[in-house]
């Protein structure tokens, strides 16, 4: 089974369309919402996704272990992460798919700079992208584009990966992960429309925070 | 001659103690927090008696005034405590996100 993970938080404007269009990909559709005050999980629902409601709001690292549960208990073979706001383009999943089946690769990871559909905003490109890279590089990962939501885990990486970086800072966890429990992985293109411009220097230094007290964290 | 200071100063010192002992009475303080706060008001007791034995102290590691002394010692105990509470604090988080799961996982469920 093939289950797509879709984190929201307030997002009952996208989240519908979001939905019905990865419906047409993936077995199954697990909307977590993360406390929303909107009608986000009411549409979701409405949708067809099977929606796993956090009380209170823990993070967009936490919605997705939350859901990687949920898929352990569930059988699931393959584990997409996809954005709830509707910035991935459902078109670029069951190419990713067939990527992670024939290379037998554990994870795939999305990257917005392997072509050039994507239009990155100046400050994300040269000055975030570039410090967050050095972050990688000493995990001993190198990816393209680091913090992209684009994720297809199989069921090995999905038994092994135990996100506990509960806010942002778990795209950084997760290829860090991937390296200490010796998974393979791959990069594949995919596009990215910005809705709104997010994330920004303090959520920069939030998750650079986060990574530092998690290391003393056991 | 005992200035005023110094007495409201003592008089502290053994309120403070006081309430030490009887929060480890409650429970709220184990023995080693117990002998580290009496041992701490005690110290700042003979810090403020005598300031020369600060100053004393203070000339062994190479510092020119004892006052000194103990404000940089208080900062670096200071940030200490506050890097000790951020992970605590973390930690805490880390067993919430954990019940926040566990409730949305069972209602599910259900």
């Known amino acids: 089974m093939f289950i797509a993970l879709v984190p929201a938080?307030?997002?009952e404007q996208k989240i519908g369309s979001v939905v019905q269009s990865l419906f047409e990909h993936v077995d199954k559709v697990v909307v977590i919402d993360d406390?929303?005050?909107?009608?986000?999980?009411?549409?979701?629902?409405?949708?067809?996704a099977t929606v796993l409601r956090h009380k209170i709001n823990r993070g967009q690292g936490a919605s997705l272990q939350t859901g990687h549960e949920y898929?352990?208990?569930?059988?699931a073979d393959y584990v997409l992460h996809f954005d709830g706001d509707g910035q991935f383009c459902v078109e670029d999943i069951l190419p990713a798919l067939e990527i992670v089946k024939k290379e037998n690769v554990d994870i795939l990871f999305g990257s917005r700079f392997l072509d050039d559909r994507t239009k990155v905003p100046f400050l994300k490109k040269y000055i975030l992208f570039p410090i967050a890279r050095i972050f990688n590089k000493?995990?001993?990962?190198?990816?393209?584009?680091?913090?992209?939501?684009?994720?297809?885990?199989?069921?090995?990486?999905?038994?092994?990966?135990?996100?506990?970086?509960?806010?942002m800072a778990h795209a950084t966890e997760i290829p860090a992960k991937a390296k200490k429990f010796g998974l393979n992985y791959i990069e594949f293109p995919v596009k990215v429309v910005y809705h709104?411009?997010?994330?920004?220097?303090?959520?920069?230094?939030?998750v650079l925070r986060d990574l530092f007290f998690g290391k003393f964290l056991k | 001659m005992l200035i005023l200071f110094q007495i409201l100063f003592s008089?502290?010192?053994?309120?403070?103690?006081?309430?030490?002992?009887?929060?480890?009475k409650e429970g709220l303080l184990g023995p080693k927090g117990t002998i580290f706060w009496?041992?701490?008001?005690?110290?700042?007791?003979?810090?403020?008696?005598?300031?020369?034995?600060?100053?004393?102290?203070?000339?062994?590691?190479?510092?020119?005034?004892?006052?000194?002394?103990?404000?940089?010692?208080?900062?670096?105990?200071?940030?200490?405590?506050?890097?000790?509470?951020?992970?605590?604090?973390?930690?805490?988080?880390?067993?919430?996100?954990?019940?926040v799961r566990k409730d949305s996982l069972d209602k599910n469920s259900k």
């Open chain 1, 138 to 167: 000493m995990s001993g990962v190198y990816l393209t584009d680091i913090h992209n939501g684009f994720r297809i885990l199989n069921r090995k990486a999905l038994e092994n990966i135990v996100i506990e970086q509960d806010r």
């Open chain 2, 11 to 24: 008089l502290f010192v053994l309120f403070a103690i006081v309430s030490v002992i009887k929060r480890k």
């Open chain 1, 9 to 11: 938080f307030n997002e």
């Open chain 2, 38 to 99: 009496i041992v701490f008001w005690l110290a700042a007791l003979v810090a403020v008696l005598w300031p020369n034995a600060l100053q004393v102290l203070a000339e062994y590691v190479g510092i020119g005034r004892g006052v000194d002394l103990v404000i940089y010692v208080a900062l670096v105990i200071v940030f200490y405590v506050l890097f000790k509470l951020n992970i605590k604090i973390e930690g805490l988080d880390r067993q919430l996100t954990k019940v």
């Open chain 1, 196 to 206: 709104q411009y997010g994330g920004g220097l303090i959520h920069g230094v939030g």
């Open chain 1, 35 to 48: 406390a929303s005050k909107d009608n986000t999980s009411k549409i979701a629902k409405e949708a067809g």
């Open chain 1, 71 to 75: 898929c352990l208990k569930n059988k």
